[in-house]
């Protein structure tokens, strides 16, 4: 392993993605470099892109995302992914060739892709960032204080789905605006899945006083993470949106009931005690069905059905006789209507 001094003007002319934004660059002064430096997850690494593919552009801190050309050097997180509609990648075992497989800046080793992706993005990583120590810096080093007091947690409102693409995102951030319609002082969080500012921006747009998610917990993806890690994302990431002030929280837990990371935080004590409502969004009558089943098999309190499927009025009606549930689209969701149509306005604005 070499350690290599990196200057502040040739770091910050690096293109720097949304993952890492919380991290102070200011410590990195040094690079890890050549055999023997294993990458982990959440080491933050300069890199060089070295062949366009799937990800032609990158989340930048502002927001903005940037076209990436060959020859680029960017600042990204290593992380793990898991998403069925694009990438399944892991963090290498050494600093080779490995892939852009977010647009939000995780570097990772490509497993397998869905086939309407192109092939990943191949970067070439330069070194690891280090303090002048050469201690390497990971998104843990920004990770919020995690709460040892006992606090009370406004009224939580969690959003799960059947799978990726399910129209979850689009459903908490209606929700939220409806919310925020009735007067109410919206936090919301992004639970799991992988470094992307896109959801927590549209939550903040839809009117999220606060929005957070679980790169400001310190974790880049939340793919191979254990139980307890992501049990202790949720409760970080409410205890400081309560802390906060806000009057309820509308959270978002990625991808599908499936996912190994997804069903053991909706199966854990920490959830049930945490949320007080769930919405499940579904692409069709027969996943919402299931799912709402599922949810119930584990003592959670479905409210409502919405996503994809309230695109069609006849998979609507089907949803809400399979389900026995009311089915929201995305009009009524915006509508301050939601906080009584909910049947939990009076425990909200006792929260409030």
């Not at 200011?26 to 430096?37: C, F, I, R």
């Not at 062949?51 to 600042?75: M, P, S, Y």
């Not at 290498?92 to 086939?115: K, R």
């Not at 509308?250 to 919405?279: C, H, W």
Request: net charge neutral.
């Amino acid at each position: 392993m070499n350690i290599l001094p990196i200057s502040q003007s040739r770091l910050l002319s690096a293109k720097i993605s949304y993952t890492p934004r919380n991290v102070k660059l200011g410590s990195a002064v040094n690079l890890l470099t050549g055999t023997g430096v294993t990458p982990q997850a959440g080491d933050l690494v300069l890199a060089r892109v070295e062949k366009i593919g799937q990800h032609a552009g990158l989340e930048l801190t502002n927001g903005r995302r940037a076209a990436l050309f060959a020859g680029d050097e960017i600042v990204v997180c290593y992380g793990n992914r898991y998403a069925p509609d694009q990438f399944e990648a892991e963090v290498p075992g050494d600093l080779a060739e490995c892939h852009l497989v977010a647009a939000g800046g995780i570097a990772a080793q490509a497993l397998s892709w869905h086939a309407s992706m192109k092939s990943p993005t191949v970067i070439a990583p330069i070194g690891l960032l280090a303090n002048d120590q050469g201690h390497r810096i990971n998104l843990s080093c920004a990770a919020l204080e995690k709460s040892s007091h006992p606090q009370s947690l406004p009224y939580t409102l969690a959003v799960v789905g059947t799978a990726m693409n399910a129209g979850k995102t689009t459903t908490a951030a209606n929700l939220i605006r409806g919310l925020s319609n009735a007067g109410l002082r919206v936090g919301a969080a992004k639970v799991t899945g992988t470094g992307s500012g896109k959801d927590i921006w549209f939550m903040g747009d839809a009117g999220a006083r606060l929005a957070l998610d679980f790169t400001d917990a310190g974790f880049p993806s939340t793919f191979r993470s254990s139980p307890a890690e992501v049990a202790g994302i949720l409760d970080t990431l409410t205890r400081h949106l309560a802390k906060a002030g806000m009057d309820v929280i509308v959270l978002e837990v990625a991808d599908g009931l499936y996912q190994a990371e997804t069903a053991a935080l909706l199966d854990s004590p920490v959830f049930s005690k945490t949320v007080d409502g769930v919405i499940f969004a579904a692409g069709d009558a027969m996943g919402a069905a299931a799912g709402v089943s599922w949810l119930r098999s584990k003592g959670l309190p479905v409210h409502a059905v919405s996503g994809l499927l309230t695109a069609s009025p006849l998979a609507i009606t089907e949803a809400a006789s399979a389900t026995g549930l009311p089915v929201y689209d995305k009009r009524m969701l915006r509508d301050a209507a939601i906080l009584s149509d909910l049947g939990v306005c009076s425990r909200i604005a006792a929260s409030a």
